[in-house]
């Protein structure tokens, strides 16, 4: 099955810097990275998603870069603000029956 | 419209009580996850279901732990025999489709075995 592995597990970083956060998956048959957002005592949400048919996407601050050959995405948060932090999961998947793997999650901290 | 919806959001039950936990997910979606959250740890898959297809149990952790979906709408987890480390938050999900799509995430059930 797949494996999906998150790295930092914590990332603390000041208001206005950059965060990066990656993840590997094990499945060369996976096609869909979502990445969600969890905030304090909050339900996961979806931040951006993408595809194995691209290699970037970007959304205001955030972006997620996806390379398959060497079977890892990461999330990049720019200028960031408290209000970012939260913990956040990657996840792959390669649709129908196939579950989708979370990795398990990065709590990031934004100083002010 | 409305999100997925879980009830109830919090139940404290006796170690040993049998306990139902409901999600109704978004109306049209036809996959349907539960996963288990302990304080600080990750998203722990449990059961998923997809349309007509037989649900993927290979997360569920024991035979206590059982999960039903009626008529492709409304999924009930079941866990007979409440043991204290069944303490967590359950987390309902569904999507459009299959596991490539978007998953929306219901506000969560906080069992407490006490």
């Known amino acids: 099955g797949e494996n999906v592995e998150q790295h930092p597990s914590t990332l603390s970083v000041q208001e206005g810097d950059s965060a990066v956060i990656k993840c590997t998956y094990s499945?060369?048959?996976?096609?869909?990275f979502p990445w969600y957002k969890q905030e304090l005592g909050k339900r996961p949400q979806l931040i951006i998603d993408?595809?194995?048919?691209?290699g970037e996407k970007k959304d205001q601050r955030i972006a997620v870069t996806l390379n398959k050959t060497a079977k890892h995405f990461s999330l990049h948060i720019t200028e960031t603000q408290p209000e970012d932090s939260a913990v956040y999961f990657c996840?792959?998947?390669?649709?129908?029956?196939?579950?989708?793997?979370f990795g398990r999650g990065t709590s990031l901290i934004v100083h002010p | 419209g409305a999100g997925v919806s879980q009830s109830p959001s919090n139940k404290v039950t006796e170690k040993g009580k049998d306990v139902e936990l409901r999600c109704d997910p978004i109306?049209?979606?036809?996959?349907l996850y539960w996963y288990r959250q302990s304080l600080g740890q990750g998203l722990e898959f449990l059961i998923y279901?997809?349309?007509?297809?037989?649900?993927?149990k290979s997360g569920l952790p024991s035979d206590r732990f059982s999960a039903e979906r009626t008529g492709g709408s409304v999924s009930t987890l079941t866990i007979q025999r409440t043991q204290q480390e069944d303490s967590a938050v359950y987390l309902c999900?569904?999507?459009?489709?299959?596991?490539?799509?978007?998953?929306?995430f219901g506000q969560g059930t906080r069992l407490t075995v006490v």
């Open positions: 499945d060369s048959a996976s096609n869909y």
């Open positions: 109306s049209g979606h036809t996959a």
């Open positions: 279901f997809q349309g007509n297809s037989a649900p993927d």
């Open positions: 999900a569904s999507s459009s489709a299959g596991s490539d799509t978007e998953a929306f």
């Open positions: 996840a792959a998947s390669r649709g129908g029956s196939y579950i989708p793997t």
């Open positions: 993408i595809r194995s048919n691209v």
